[in-house]
């Protein structure tokens, strides 16, 4: 059965840093393009960054320069290095391979004051 466990979402202030992982289950992440999403209250789920099996990253231009996506492919585990957060970063991330169907529980994003 293949699982992914997001973790690391948090309440933060504005400016502030988080660092979210994910752990794969069931499958090797080696072999595939992984992406981090989001989806905000009322809003259709995004990509927001992906990562090639040769670690090339990409981004939606709203948090380049802000994020950073890394795996490990060792220990199965995706991470998104998120800093000088915005409200509008407020959401649930998930994170599979982009070419999946299936999705994890996520982990809450919140900035605010």
């Known amino acids: 059965q293949v699982q992914f466990v997001e973790s690391g979402g948090d309440l933060v202030q504005p400016g502030g840093s988080l660092r979210l992982s994910c752990t794969a289950s069931?499958?090797?992440?080696?072999?595939?393009?992984m992406g981090w999403y989001r989806q905000a209250p009322g809003k259709q789920r995004e990509l927001v960054a992906q990562?090639?099996?040769?670690?090339?990253?990409n981004y939606v231009d709203s948090v380049k320069g802000r994020f950073t996506i890394a795996r490990d492919n060792a220990k199965n585990t995706l991470y998104l290095q998120m800093n000088s957060l915005k409200p509008e970063d407020t959401a649930v991330y998930y994170c599979?391979?982009?070419?999946?169907?299936?999705w994890g529980q996520g982990t809450q994003v919140t900035v605010s004051a």
């Open positions: 599979r391979p982009t070419n999946y169907a299936a």
């Open positions: 069931g499958i090797d992440i080696r072999f595939y393009i």
């Open positions: 990562i090639t099996p040769s670690s090339q990253p």
